[in-house]
């Protein structure tokens, strides 16, 4: 009886994001690119807006299997100021809609750029203006609930004006929001488009200086006010100005960090990205700060505060797709579920102990105890497993600086002939540039391997903790010793204390690698 309900409530549900959705023509665009789209890229979303407006939406792929695969992620940073707030934490991220790829993968749409004053005033104001220059500037001075609320009228007009310019999910239309703090997190900091290493650094990988990606607090970049969108060079999945300009707004309450989780309190607005007042080196994308919602005079606003949309949908979206999530279920691993509100005991044989005492029949009792010696050989199996991993990871790290090592010897070696040749040879001599190529593909080498290097790494932190990394670390250094390979010795530690340097600080550039490996 209660499946069945859910079943018709999912169907009801489906209805109601699906019955506006009838064939429309969508409305014409009238403003010109460099209103909406200054920065056109292949991928973009446009839809339509009010007054002949428009506004882009960027795909940021999530890979993941199925209808409940998801991807964990590393979040906040390592700055020991700021722990209260953005200390290290695993999440996890899925998208709504489909990829199209056919290998399963997913996504969610996030705006390109922060909504402009034009386009908030599209549909806030009684009577349409003319798109200007002076409209692209980011808009603030916003509520959180006016950023909902225009969240929630862009989707009302998109259903009754342009319901196909909507992507779908399961043939059920998306619909606008802001953006949680994992998908804006996920998305500021590149994505699956970055490495592993890259996901974590304190910024998104960028060509150059920040100034040129960044409108951060100072002269030679925001001058400490508020610009227009879209004059800068994007982040690795082409969304703009998601560091610096306006702080941006996002669905979630505040909440402080509790050591690798969100603490229980939940707060005001949460606002992330830092704005055109922070400094060059406050920005960061693990930046998040609480705006209280209300002041004495009503809902607050703040002249660095604004906002940028997301797209979603339903998780449940039909019938068949609620009957396919619960087939998905039921093939989980059991010991994926949890009794919610239900007090456990963290170590199952210490629960299984206390049950064993509690247990009045003898007979039951002893079945209890079997029971207790078959799950303790399970878990013996389950940690020797994990600490097998673990090894091979840090065995893998020490290969992999043993190939920078390698790569930076030929690296050398190409620079000095290169440089002995020089003085024999005109600038454009076939010989030399045949050795300025190879020198140019040492060096692709070295920073390939280092950046092997680094993921590692980040692998190794985001899937273990520290106790068992240095314990398997140790008995790593007995194998080498064992097999004879003493020379690796040096290489295994310093490999290790890159892990817990790039723990602490999150950075390791790879010409720190490089010396402390020599």
Known sequence: MKSDGLRLAALAAALLFTSLATSHAAPEITWRDRYYNPKPSEGDLVLPLACGGAMVFRPVPVPAEKLLGDRKL???GNDDRFAYAESSRADHIAGSFNAGSGDGGRLFYIAKYEVTDDQYAALTSEKCGRASNIGRLAKTSVS?????????????WLYKNAPEALPKADGVSGFLRLPTETEWEYAARGGAAVSESQFVAPQFPMDGE?????????PESSDFKRQSVGLL???????????GNAGELVLDPYRLNKVSRLHGQTGGATVRGGDYFTPKDAI?????QEMTPFDKDGPRRLETVGFRLAISAPVVTSKARLEAIEEEWSKLPSTESALAGTERLEDPLQEMAVLIEATRDPAFQERLKDLRTVMR????????????????LLRFGVILAQRILDADGIRDAKDRALTALKPAYPADAPILKKFAGELAAASEDVETNARHYRDTIVELIRDYPPSIIEAQGKVLQEELKARDMKGLEPVAKTFQDHVDRFRRSGKLPSNEIIRELR
Do not use: F
């Not at 060079?233 to 560091?243: G, T, Y």
């Open 377 to 392: 050989a399970s878990i013996a199996t389950r940690n020797e497993q994990r600490d097998r991993a673990a090894r091979n």
């Open 210 to 218: 920040m100034a040129a990606y960044v409108w951060y607090g100072a």
């Open 233 to 243: 060079k994007p982040n690795p999945l082409d969304i703009h100005d998601i560091l």
């Open 74 to 76: 590393v979040l906040g």
């Open 144 to 156: 959180w609930l006016e950023a909902v609320t225009y969240a929630s009228r862009y989707t009302e």
């Open 284 to 288: 960061r994308t693990a930046q998040r």
